[in-house]
């Protein structure tokens, strides 16, 4: 029946970065746009909403992730906060340079 309030943007931020996960919703045509925006490089027909650079980064394995997804072939990886699904037969080369 009624909603609680979990937090309050007066108690600050409850993560240091933005969970995309966990904190993004939307309507169906929005995602796909948004997906658009990646497949597309970070344009959104002729306007530039992404650098090529945010994509790049956005787009880099930096760790692989221990876990099983049940998408046969197919390793999945971290991002700059991405989970990345990527074939097997992919050759990786991690990124090192964040901390």
Known sequence: GTWDRVWHPKEGAPYEFMHGSQGLGSTPM??????ALWLDRGM?????????????????PVSLADMNTGFRGTKVYYG?????YLSERE????????A
């Not at 959104?44 to 880099?60: I, Q």
């Not at 700059?80 to 990345?84: A, G, N, P, R």
């Not at 050759?91 to 964040?98: A, F, R, Y």
């Open 80 to 84: 700059h906060q991405w989970m990345l």
């Open 30 to 35: 929005d995602y796909a746009r948004f997906l």
């Open 44 to 60: 959104a027909g002729t306007k530039r909403l992404l650098s090529e650079d945010a994509v790049s980064r956005g787009l880099t």
């Open 91 to 98: 050759s990786i080369s991690l990124d090192s340079s964040i």
